[in-house]
């Protein structure tokens, strides 16, 4: 299939004024419309898949403008622009609940049901039938027409809660003052890229990662740790945990009308895991398995700070687990996590990411120059298959933090990659867009990335070669648009990459001389580090996705943050601050509503997806191409447990994940 290069004219909705969105939105609903009612007039003797199957798909692309919108809402450095389309957004889709929940549509896919081809289709055209039947039941459409009208209610009030929740999050803006003694402990590179208040003469630490995670984990001041650490337990706001209120019952109330026993049940029947106890049970597996791990980390930890502060009583407390931490890491292992920002400028990071991924997947990265951006930022790049320079798809960069902007480090989707007709050999070039938080350059430093945030930038990357390397016919099916429990396989993968010798030299270089790599003993220090509290880290994500399900489980509403803190005390023996409101900053509890349980049954997949290139190497071409083949370019086109065998070449098992994380069977 020929991709179709895109020109400056296809980027043109970046200059958007509050007009242009507007005029975008009554284009995006009157388009759909008139698609739609086209597809109802067909008489039911005469649908075929391509009228009425692909009819409905290919509506979609009508709409794809609607992500244009939304990135502008997240990104955009026009306060205006954003309220614009914020409120855009938010009248797009509710006038979607109404055009979408049309029983007009699901009486032709009935129709065409009954067809015989219908009863022959195969491969992807069957599994876009089969999923479209399945979504338009979820949809309701079997219920009488009282609960079908509460059911598109009460979606239409979910959507608008989720853009305000995810809203409150980006605009929270909280810090703490510190002295510049009380930033003892921190790298000078790290206080020089503080701001200064200076009415007060002290620095700003503020919630923003690159400012937030160095400082807990190395402040000596533990009063300047635990008042930012509370902050941080408040970010998004009151407002967050009301919508939340309200929210978990409008989740129940939806998934008790379709049929299920609750919204985790209701989460989980389109993805890998088909069910709650499914769920439920690889959770509480984990958590028994890891629990003798988590408790001889946090013993360490304990000890360590009772010998650092003198004091053999002293327990551990809440603001006190990463600073102690990183205290025992560097005991251990002799390496300071700060001074290996100097080897990690941005821009050689990123460079070494485009020369890794290029070589593992044939492609190349060029940088695409005059075309508009929203902020000098974002840049844009076309990604080119190295065997004829035809362009696979384009990716902004946008990695450094703004007032208004979303907060959270990840790829999100533009434009899905899919023909452009039906069997055409035209193909929808795809674009996406990573969103990054990473330090801005000042005048004295480049910006230079700590370890977890180059591994942070590795696996988002691994998403955007989801997106962009898609091959598959339907924008349904393309790219991320998977199983919401596969989607994090394919880049969780990839970040075994940033643990490896030869990887860690090509993505690295000191800011002052790009050929001096991480020394020898710093490199070894820190890989030998590398599953140090391995058992409190993977009990972490445990207790954050069984959290997660229990708020979904159908039973609690109203002891939000109690279920948390309930469940931190039962896990981790640590008490936190009655008043916290964690819950109110956890964005997962939206994109992931029942299902934060993904990321750790997705490391089960990845790690066994990882033995084959550990057993053919980390840039075989050969295994980069089945990869790519298997796994990143079918989307969502074949089940995620089909594309795994296929890639693997047998059975997936939990093996490798076990052996990862230390536990003996």
């Given at each position: ?264 049940d209701y989460a989980a029947e389109p993805r890998m895991a088909k069910s709650g106890k499914i769920i439920k049970d690889f959770l509480n597996d984990l958590i028994g398995k890891v629990g003798p791990m988590k408790d001889h980390d946090l013993a360490t930890i304990k000890e360590l700070k009772q010998s650092m502060i003198g004091n053999s009583k002293a327990e551990l407390e809440y603001f006190d687990i990463w600073y102690y931490i990183r205290q025992s890491e560097k005991k251990l292992f002799n390496f300071d996590k700060e001074k290996i920002r100097d080897y990690f400028p941005l821009e050689t990071v990123k460079k070494g990411i485009f020369g890794i991924y290029g070589k593992l997947f044939s492609i190349n990265f060029e940088e695409v120059i005059g ?295």
């Amino acid at each position: 299939m020929k991709r179709i290069p895109k020109t400056k004219e296809d980027f043109a909705w970046i200059q958007w004024l509050s007009k242009d969105i507007e005029k975008e939105a009554d284009k995006i609903l009157s388009q759909k419309k008139e698609r739609y009612a086209l597809i109802k007039l067909i008489l039911a003797n005469e649908r075929t898949f391509e009228n009425t199957i692909y009819g409905i798909e290919s509506a979609s692309d009508v709409a794809a403008s609607i992500n244009l919108i939304d990135i502008l809402l997240n990104v955009s450095p026009d306060e205006e622009i954003r309220k614009t389309a914020e409120k855009t957004i938010k009248h797009i889709q509710e006038e979607l609940v109404d055009i979408e929940y049309d029983p007009g549509l699901y009486k032709a896919v009935k129709e065409f049901a009954e067809t015989a081809e219908a009863k022959k289709l195969t491969g992807e055209d069957k599994k876009l039938f089969d999923d479209m039947l399945r979504d338009y039941r979820r949809m309701g459409f079997d219920l009488p027409q009282e609960k079908q009208d509460t059911l598109k209610s009460t979606v239409k009030k979910l959507q608008k809660l989720e853009t305000e929740f995810t809203l409150n999050i980006n605009n929270y803006k909280d810090n703490i003052l510190v002295t510049r003694e009380e930033l003892n402990g921190l790298s000078e590179n790290y206080i020089k890229s503080l701001e200064k208040d200076e009415l007060a003469d002290k620095y700003k630490v503020s919630l923003k990662a690159p400012e937030f995670l160095p400082f807990v984990e190395n402040a000596t001041d533990a009063s300047k740790r635990k008042e930012l650490t509370d902050k941080n337990l408040h970010k998004g706001g009151q407002a967050n945990i009301e919508i939340l209120k309200e929210v978990l019952p409008l989740r129940q109330v939806q998934a008790e009308l379709l049929g299920y026993k609750n919204y985790v049940d209701y989460a989980a029947e389109p993805r890998m895991a088909k069910s709650g106890k499914i769920i439920k049970d690889f959770l509480n597996d984990l958590i028994g398995k890891v629990g003798p791990m988590k408790d001889h980390d946090l013993a360490t930890i304990k000890e360590l700070k009772q010998s650092m502060i003198g004091n053999s009583k002293a327990e551990l407390e809440y603001f006190d687990i990463w600073y102690y931490i990183r205290q025992s890491e560097k005991k251990l292992f002799n390496f300071d996590k700060e001074k290996i920002r100097d080897y990690f400028p941005l821009e050689t990071v990123k460079k070494g990411i485009f020369g890794i991924y290029g070589k593992l997947f044939s492609i190349n990265f060029e940088e695409v120059i005059g075309y508009p951006t929203w902020h000098p930022d974002a840049r844009l790049y076309a990604v080119k298959n190295q065997n004829d320079q035809s362009v696979a798809g384009y990716i902004f960069m946008d990695l450094h933090p703004r007032e208004g902007k979303f907060s959270h480090p990840s790829m999100w989707q533009l434009i899905n990659g899919h023909r452009d007709g039906y069997r055409s050999e035209s193909y929808i070039t795809p674009l996406a867009i990573l969103i990054g938080n990473f330090p801005k350059s000042t005048p004295d430093l480049p910006s230079l990335l700590s370890h977890g945030e180059v591994e942070t930038f590795f696996h988002e990357f691994g998403h955007i070669m989801h997106g962009v390397l898609t091959s598959a016919s339907y924008a349904s099916q393309s790219g991320t648009a998977v199983a919401r429990d596969f989607v994090e396989v394919p880049s969780q993968m990839l970040e075994h990459w940033v643990w490896d010798k030869d990887m860690l030299n090509i993505l690295s270089g000191h800011y002052k001389n790009s050929g001096e790599k991480l020394p020898p003993d710093i490199l070894d220090s820190m890989l030998r580090a590398k599953d140090h509290m391995v058992g409190y880290i993977t009990m972490r994500q445990l207790v954050l996705g069984f959290y997660n399900h229990v708020l979904h489980a159908g039973s609690v509403f109203e002891s939000i943050t109690k279920i948390y803190n309930d469940l931190n005390f039962k896990y981790f023996d640590i008490k936190l601050p009655e008043d916290n409101i964690f819950a109110a900053g956890f964005g997962h509890l939206f994109g992931y509503a029942g299902a934060y349980y993904g990321y750790m049954w997705s490391e089960v997949y990845e790690c066994d997806l990882f033995t084959r290139f550990k057993a053919e190497g980390l840039l075989n071409p050969k295994t980069g191409a089945d990869y790519r083949s298997w796994i990143l370019e079918k989307g969502s086109s074949v089940e995620p447990i089909d594309l795994i065998r296929g890639f693997l070449g047998r059975e997936p098992n939990n093996k490798a994940f076990l052996e990862k994380i230390g536990v003996k069977e």
